[in-house]
Structure formats: structure tokens, C-alpha cells
């Protein structure tokens, strides 16, 4: 038997290094271009299609379709920065 199964994002164990790198290559500077960055991944897009896998709970993806709070912590956490600025570069 043939069993099809969704690939799920493994993204997340390397979310601190990917998010660094993007730091230092000058493409992320803040937080609101960090969580920005994330809705391009297939992280996001698995996140979007299966909240649960992700401990991300159904009435916080009806309360915020774009996930912009949960990709935002994801950034912040992700990152290990401990201050961000959420607009624009300084």
C-alpha cells in the first residue's frame, strides 16, 4: 500500500541560522522585514495548510489569516535577537 503523506517544512530547526545569515547579508533589519521574509518560505506556507503540526491553534489562524503574530515571534525567537525595531531601517 501506497501511502502519500504532506512533506512538512523542517525549516524551523534551521531558523536561527537562515535568519542570521539574512542579518548579515544586510536583507533583514527588522523584525517586520524578518516576518516579512518568512511568508516566502515553505515553512509559512505548511504553517498556513496545517497549523496544528506547527502548535499553531485554529482561532488564532481565523483571528489572523496571514500568521503576521505567529511569524513575527518566529523571527524574534528564530533569531536569538533579544531587541528588534518593527519599521523601517534606521
Known sequence: MNVQ???ESQF????PDALNAEIVLGTIATLKEAASWLAY????????RSPAQYGVPTAEL???KTLLVRRAW???????????RWGARG
Do not use: F, N
Open 74 to 84: 518566529a523571527a524574534q525567537i528564530g533569531s536569538g535577537r533579544r531587541v528588534w
Open 12 to 15: 524551523v530547526k534551521r531558523l
Open 5 to 7: 503523506l504532506p512533506i
Open 41 to 48: 518560505t515553505y515553512l509559512y506556507v505548511r504553517m498556513a
Open 62 to 64: 481565523e483571528s489572523d
